[in-house]
């Protein structure tokens, strides 16, 4: 799978996460979509790069919205885990997962084509 394409599967993937949190959560507030707010502009990002002019640019910002996803979602389960419900716990968890899934493939990806000998 390529670049682009994995970054709009787990745009959708993180899409799909805060819906469900949201919905999950009764509701209750509105922080309960910010997987989705990092999953809708990754997708994107992942559509714009099918663009071959703008594919590094476009991974890039993908990665770097990735580790702020993962970032973010850490310092959130390391904040409340005390006083965060499991379900929170667990879409947090969700979240990070996905964001480092995508950034170890990417991270990957840039170290391979640098190291690629130009022909």
Known sequence: MNMPTLAK???ILLTLLGIIAYTGSGMASITAMIPAIIGAPLF???SAARNE?????MMHAAATLALIGLAGACMRMISSAGSATPFALVTLAAMALLCLVFLVFAVRSFILARTKTPT
Do not use: P, S, Y
Request: aromatic fraction near 10%; glycine fraction near 18%.
């Open 9 to 11: 599967v787990i745009g």
């Open 44 to 46: 994107l990002l992942g």
């Open 53 to 57: 002019r703008w594919r590094k640019h």
